[in-house]
T-cell receptor
Framework: LAKTTQPISMDSYEGQEVNITCSHN???????ITWYQQFPSQGPRFIIQ???TKVTNEVASLFIPADRKSSTLSLPRVSLSDTAVYYC?????????????FGQGTTLQVKP | KAGVTQTPRYLIKTRGQQVTLSCSPI?????VSWYQQTPGQGLQFLFE???????NKGNFPGRFSGRQFSNSRSEMNVSTLELGDSALYLC????????????FGPGTRLLVL
């Protein structure tokens, strides 16, 4: 499974747009990029998933360049409740593995 | 649909004891994965069950075991508890063929004294 690298922590202020970049140089052809969000003492929550270009849902956008060696999770107009750990995962959606490899994640602190 | 549920939510045990944790997946989900989360090691994959069979296993000692029932509910067992087993144990379920999208339960917080 491809290894991912993302910043350990980030600070932002309410109302700002936050972009968290994840590096995955060894991503394989069949790999998808998935982001999860985790609040303290809760299980991770699926945010968004993509394969290439741009994906947008009601929560976030995911930008993936053509070489797919990195991806950027974009959170528009964050609020205090967006303070959480964000994990970037890369894996094969067709592998029937049921195994997610979590890195350290990025701790996002949103300030008033 | 109801989400993934885990019982109990909190548990205190002493070294040497054994513990069983339970997980009920989202209705229709047949894959159940278990994870251990600690401050030092982060989120680590324990094992995954699909159709009552263990399909994947992480790098944990044999003291950690699990099983899945015909209704997809799953249990994990830890025998001969050690202090280092204190952690948040998370269960997640997913649709067949979409295992990258997992739905996590609230977890069971285990404290070993």
């Amino acid at each position: 499974l491809a290894k991912t690298t993302q910043p350990i922590s980030m600070d932002s202020y309410e109302g700002q747009e936050v972009n968290i970049t994840c590096s995955h140089n060894n991503i394989a052809t069949n790999d998808y990029i998935t982001w999860y969000q985790q609040f303290p003492s809760q299980g991770p929550r699926f945010i968004i998933q993509g394969y290439k270009t741009k994906v947008t849902n009601e929560v976030a956008s995911l930008f993936i360049p053509a070489d797919r060696k990195s991806s950027t999770l974009s959170l528009p107009r964050v609020s205090l409740s967006d303070t959480a750990v964000y994990y970037c995962l890369v894996g094969d959606n067709t592998g029937n593995t049921g195994k997610l490899i979590f890195g350290q994640g990025t701790t996002l602190q949103v300030k008033p | 649909k109801a989400g993934v549920t885990q019982t109990p939510r909190y548990l205190i045990k002493t070294r040497g004891q054994q513990v069983t944790l339970s997980c009920s997946p989202i209705s229709g989900h047949r894959s159940v994965s278990w994870y251990q989360q600690t401050p030092g090691q982060g989120l680590q994959f324990l094992f995954e069950y699909f159709s009552e069979t263990q399909r994947n296993k992480g790098n944990f000692p044999g003291r950690f075991s699990g099983r899945q029932f015909s209704n997809s509910r799953s249990e994990m067992n830890v025998s001969t508890l050690e202090l280092g087993d204190s952690a948040l144990y998370l269960c997640a379920s997913s649709d067949p063929g979409d295992e990258e999208t997992q739905y996590f339960g609230p977890g069971t917080r285990l404290l070993v004294l």
